[in-house]
């Protein structure tokens, strides 16, 4: 199975910093590459897919970079409703595992 | 609007059989492969199985092989999930997805229920 790394496990933001998570995968996935967010005692919600294809309906200060074995998830601005946890996704080989989540915290 | 209900978890005894459902509305159910993803409480997500828009295939993970069996009934737009010989390392909240793709199995999960929780513990 393809292993999904995410780094930081948890990070401590301020509304309007500049948030940076990555992702990185046990071998090459090109660009099949999610990212989904998720708040406390809901659904995910995927905000990026293909690496850095904004879902609709998403902000646009969400936005996804990398191929290969290496990819980052940046939010440009930290609004309040950001607040919650970020999983990568693996969507090249089966099984399509996941990363271990990342939890952004003020 | 897309909507995915889950239902049919709860407490059950190791051994034991448990069959969950899942019915879609505000979108055109045969159309898309559909997912159940499962995530044991404050841990991460694990992909556990996939069916085609016909039925024609499905997969699962290596965890759930051989116990778990999914199915769908696209007259009802429902999704199911029987689970037999369960384990407790089966506990935990179980969300049906919708592929986001046409057809095709993208394993891209642009719509979730709510979950429905599964205990299992004697």
């Known amino acids: 199975d393809i292993q999904m790394t995410q780094s930081p496990s948890s990070l401590s933001a301020s509304v309007g910093d500049r948030v940076t998570i990555t992702c990185r995968a046990s071998q090459n996935i090109r660009s099949y590459l999610n990212w989904y967010q998720q708040k406390p005692g809901k659904a995910p919600k995927l905000l990026i897919y293909v690496a850095t294809s904004l879902q609709r309906g998403v902000p646009g200060r969400f936005s996804g970079r990398g191929s290969g074995t290496d990819f980052t998830l940046t939010i440009s601005s930290l609004q309040p409703e950001d607040f919650a946890t970020y999983h990568c996704q693996q969507t090249y080989r089966t099984p399509r595992t996941f990363g271990q989540g990342t939890k952004v915290e003020i | 609007e897309v909507q995915l209900v889950e239902s049919g978890g709860g407490l059950v005894q190791p051994g034991r059989s448990l069959r969950l459902s899942c019915v879609g509305s505000g979108f055109k159910f045969e159309e898309h492969v559909m997912h159940w993803v499962r995530q044991v409480p404050g841990k991460g997500l694990e992909w556990v199985a996939h069916i085609t828009w016909n039925s024609g295939i499905v997969d699962y993970a290596d965890s759930v092989k051989g116990r778990f069996t999914i199915s769908r009934d696209n007259a009802k737009n429902s999704l199911y999930l029987q689970m037999n010989s369960l384990r407790r390392e089966d506990t935990a909240l179980y969300y049906c997805?919708?592929?986001?793709?046409?057809?095709?199995?993208?394993?891209?999960?642009?719509?979730w229920g709510q979950g429905t929780l599964v205990t299992v513990s004697s």
């Open positions: 997805a919708k592929d986001r793709d046409y057809y095709d199995n993208s394993a891209t999960f642009d719509y």
